[in-house]
């Protein structure tokens, strides 16, 4: 079959490698309520469209792992109010969605600090993870109250701790050793991180996970991001040349 790389069609039909695990930073979402005259918080109510979308079009293309920044250590520090309305769309999308999640063989685990989350909303984040463990099809991880240098002195800590327990040697803290303290474990590094929005930054998302990932960015506001935005990112993935610092392949 010739297909055009850019023809929006069935993301099951990708020819070349697709990523193990993409990485997303949703971005954009108080820029398109803006754009419309609207409170933020009816930008972020939008964006679980897109949510379900990319979902929907990894599970469909073979992605394992999907990990989607939705809220960071650092979004605390936003007005009382839309932090509020980011809570209750998470407890709105954590009960609205465990049920079909379920059925498609996702596991969803939400990571970060959750000590600062209200009891409500964790009670909504364990009752998914409880309910979607065990799918088998793909991991969904949702980043809530993360950042990556709260995730590196996190696994620091806990290393240092072993240490001084005397259950683990200096000499042994090598880089797997390293990685399965943070809060992605034994997961493979993202392949490919997608931000939207324009943005050109990390903004404290997986500093230490992101050592090789292929970067793709859109100027797509994440509200508007659909499975042919996802498709786009995926064709262009597959014109990238991993070297990890080697010499191309000949
Ligand atoms: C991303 O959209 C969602 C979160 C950070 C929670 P923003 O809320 O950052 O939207 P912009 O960047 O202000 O447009
Ligand atoms: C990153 O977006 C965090 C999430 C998408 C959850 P931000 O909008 O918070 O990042 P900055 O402020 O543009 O760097
Ligand atoms: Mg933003």
């Known amino acids: 079959m010739n297909r055009d790389p850019l023809d929006p069609g ?29 409170p933020r918080r009816a930008g972020h109510q939008e964006g679980m469209k897109a949510v379900r979308e990319v979902i929907e079009g990894c599970a469909e293309a073979g992605v394992g792992i999907l990990t989607l920044f939705a809220f960071s250590t650092d979004n605390w520090q936003r007005p009382e109010e839309e932090i509020h309305a980011l809570m209750g769309l998470l407890r709105l999308y954590a009960g609205q969605e465990k049920e079909e999640l379920r059925e498609k063989g996702v596991e969803v685990r939400v990571l970060g600090d959750l000590s600062r989350l209200d009891e409500a909303t964790l009670g909504s984040v364990r009752a998914i993870q409880r309910e979607t463990r065990g799918g088998a099809r793909m991991r ?3 980043m809530v109250s993360y950042s990556g240098r709260a995730d590196i002195l996190g696994a620091v800590r806990a290393i240092a701790a072993r240490v001084r327990e005397g259950v683990l040697e200096v000499a042994d803290i090598d880089g797997d050793a390293f990685a399965s303290h943070l809060l992605t474990g034994s997961l493979p590094d993202p392949d490919l991180l997608i931000r939207t929005s324009g943005e050109l930054r990390i903004s404290n998302f997986m500093l230490w996970q992101f050592a090789y990932t292929e970067i793709y960015t859109t100027p797509v506001l994440w509200p508007d991001f659909t499975q042919a935005d996802l498709r786009e990112a995926l064709v262009e993935y597959q014109r990238r040349e991993r070297r990890f610092g080697r010499v191309p392949s000949s």
């Open 10 to 38: 069935s993301l099951g039909s990708l020819h070349g490698p697709v990523p193990r695990h993409i990485a997303v930073i949703m971005d954009g979402n108080g820029r398109w309520a803006a754009a419309r005259g609207l």
């Open 140 to 142: 969904l991880n949702l």
